[in-house]
């Protein structure tokens, strides 16, 4: 069975978004082995400048990456579109080889350039959303591209 991976910097704050994520996970679980892993985000000055704001991507990233597994997929404004079509293919790839796939959230400041370079790096949208309401949305295609793949009419 494919192990769909999410790696995120930050943790889900609110009640609801945990909620949202909950009932994804809870439909993933036919489909796939299903985790969230969370890295602390790591902490900056009121005003931060550029290099702190790098030094700290740097960091996230190298814990971003020690926990990857299989086919990266860095979620960036920078990557390419990927529709709900798209998706279901990516996860058919991941399933047939190497078996695992993962997908990297980063904080309000973005991804380190290693990790955008350590894969297939996406974007849902060239909207600019929170991280928390991207994993939401991640968890919800996750679910929509299976769906896809098994042929029912939840994607219309």
Partial sequence: MLLVRLACVGRLKEEYWRQAVAEYEKRLRPFCRFEILEIGESRLPDSPTEGDIRRALEREGEQLL?????????????????????????????MQSPGAVT????????LSQQVKQSGKGFSMSPMTFPHQ??????????YRGFQIQAGTKYHK
């Fill in 66 to 94: 020690q926990k990857s597994v299989g086919l990266l997929c860095p979620l960036c404004i920078e990557g390419r579109l990927l529709d709900s079509p798209g998706m279901a293919a990516l996860l058919g790839q991941a």
């Fill in 103 to 110: 997908f990297f959230i980063g904080s309000s400041f973005g």
């Fill in 133 to 142: 309401l991207a994993r939401v949305m991640l968890c919800e295609q996750l």
